[in-house]
């Protein structure tokens, strides 16, 4: 089992590019999200999807957009990168059955 | 006031000692309690869940008051291994369940 994987790891934009955020996990879990972490701050809850075809706003979703593509899928869009949005990006996901979520390795964004 | 708080340190010991962490929540209908761990450019992984009753793993001891509303994270033995972020995580019971992450307590461990 790969897990949560997420694609890419590192990647730079100039502001004003679009680029997606690609998850996938292979535990057959319901429940996927997407966080952001900042220096100092908790992680904090981007979208979030409680089971294929649905998704909902989290703390933090102005400028982003999701995708439940399928079960294993979860994609985040950057319509249009702001300096603000620099940071680290992870994916998690979990059961319907447990509170521990497993988490992604993380994509490194920085938006020049 | 932040919804979790914990001291961001760092924590500065040596192989061997006992360091502990604390971490305080302001909601009320905070219902699930854990710790996770974080090594540098790494993903959160689940290290313990917290029991209100005080729950040990190997080295590590976690425990809750929830009249207090904090909760705490102790590391007998200090491996040069355990060199990592914690994470304080609450689970909000508020009609939905609503997983609140703390910014995490440093820890170093020194040989």
């Known amino acids: 089992n790969a897990g949560v994987t997420q694609t890419p790891k590192f990647q730079v934009l100039k502001t004003g590019q679009s680029m997606t955020l690609q998850c996938a996990q292979d535990?057959?879990?319901?429940?996927m999200y997407w966080y952001r972490q900042d220096p100092g701050m908790g992680l904090r809850l981007i979208y979030y999807s409680a089971s294929e075809g649905t998704t909902d706003k989290g703390e933090v979703p102005n400028g982003y957009n999701v995708s439940r593509l399928n079960k294993r899928e979860f994609s985040l869009r950057l319509e249009s990168a702001a300096p603000s949005q620099t940071s680290v990006y992870f994916c998690?996901?979990?059961?319907?059955?447990?509170?521990?979520?497993?988490f992604g390795p993380g994509t490194r964004l920085t938006v020049t | 006031r932040k919804e979790v708080e914990q001291d961001p340190g760092p924590f500065n010991v040596p192989e061997g000692a006992t360091v502990a962490f604390n971490c305080t929540y302001s909601?009320?209908?905070?219902?699930?309690f854990f710790w996770y761990r974080q090594d540098c450019r790494k993903e959160p992984k689940l290290l313990m869940s917290?029991?209100?009753s005080g729950n040990e793993d190997g080295r590590f001891t976690a425990q809750l008051n929830r009249a207090s509303q904090y909760i705490s994270l102790l590391i007998r033995d200090s491996k040069l291994s355990d060199s990592a972020t914690y994470l304080c995580v609450v689970i909000l019971n508020t009609g939905g369940f609503k997983t609140i992450f703390g910014a995490g307590t440093r820890l170093f461990v020194k040989a």
């Open positions: 535990m057959n879990h319901n429940s």
């Open positions: 917290v029991y209100s």
């Open positions: 909601n009320s209908a905070s219902q699930s």
């Open positions: 998690a996901s979990r059961t319907g059955m447990a509170y521990e979520q497993y």
